[in-house]
């Protein structure tokens, strides 16, 4: 935290004037030195409060290994979502959109979005979440208890509020009224307020399969709503996870 003194004297500064942020190429800021020094002990809080799941602690954009055939939709694919992943952080604060990564199980959606997460609170000190649209909806239900000891509005306040919002799993929760009400709110909130969201959802525009669409999901809406909110990504390939498995001997 800055002390009073020290936000007088940021107002001040011929690098940033007072907005926190200098650039250092074109389209790519980072924290104006005249907000002190980045710390290690600094850093790692963030990355604490963004409670990223130990599953996923040695996710990093640079250890995403596109896969397929050369010359492949899917290795292309890949290939686009890490560029774009990369963009977004190099852009940060200078957007106005997030990220909605799609496409089906295990090609490494959650990967990225975790990634741009740790690259956003390393290299611009972003307040970042990520939670799971799952467990979020279930602390929420959690907190209708008598007994519990958190609120539905202290569960929110951070949802609401952060930076940078990870939402993993989008549509994968059953769509009842009050799931499509949640996520309306939670999801129109940041909108209005402007703060980023990334998304992650296995569920696509044009399903490959018999599959429920994302508009199905979680309501056409919603879905032109996501539309302005984020560009979109889309990545195709197998499930490498069960690949990997195969492959073990």
């Not at 409060?49 to 492949?72: D, F, T, W």
């Not at 994968?172 to 799931?179: H, L, M, N, Q, R």
Request: some cysteine; proline content about 5%; aromatic content about 6%.
């Amino acid at each position: 935290m800055l002390t009073e003194k020290a936000k007088v004297e940021t107002k001040g500064c011929p690098i940033c004037h007072g907005t926190g942020w200098e650039y250092v190429q074109e389209r790519a800021v980072r924290r104006c030195r005249c907000r002190g020094e980045v710390s290690s002990t600094a850093v790692e809080r963030l990355l604490d409060a963004a409670h990223i799941p130990p599953r996923y602690a040695e996710c990093e954009l640079k250890n995403y290994i596109p896969q397929g055939e050369v010359n492949s939709p899917e290795l292309e694919s890949q290939r686009m979502a890490v560029l774009m992943c990369r963009q977004f952080v190099k852009e940060y604060p200078n957007t106005d959109r997030g990220l909605l990564l799609m496409g089906p199980v295990g090609v490494g959606k959650t990967h990225l979005a975790v990634s741009v997460l740790k690259e956003l609170i390393r290299t611009k000190m972003a307040h970042c979440l990520f939670y799971d649209f799952r467990d979020l909806l279930k602390e929420i239900q959690e907190s209708y208890n008598p007994e519990s000891q958190r609120t539905e509005s202290r569960i929110l306040e951070p949802v609401y509020n952060v930076d940078v919002l990870v939402l993993d799993e989008l549509g994968a929760a059953k769509p009842t009224a009050w799931v499509q009400d949640t996520m309306t709110q939670i999801i129109n909130t940041r909108y209005n307020y402007k703060r980023l969201t990334i998304f992650t959802t296995n569920y696509l525009d044009t399903p490959i399969s018999n599959e429920e669409t994302l508009a199905e999901r979680v309501g056409e809406r919603l879905r032109s709503r996501l539309h302005e909110m984020c560009k979109t990504i889309l990545i195709i390939g197998r499930d490498y996870r069960r690949l990997s498995q195969s492959l073990t001997p």
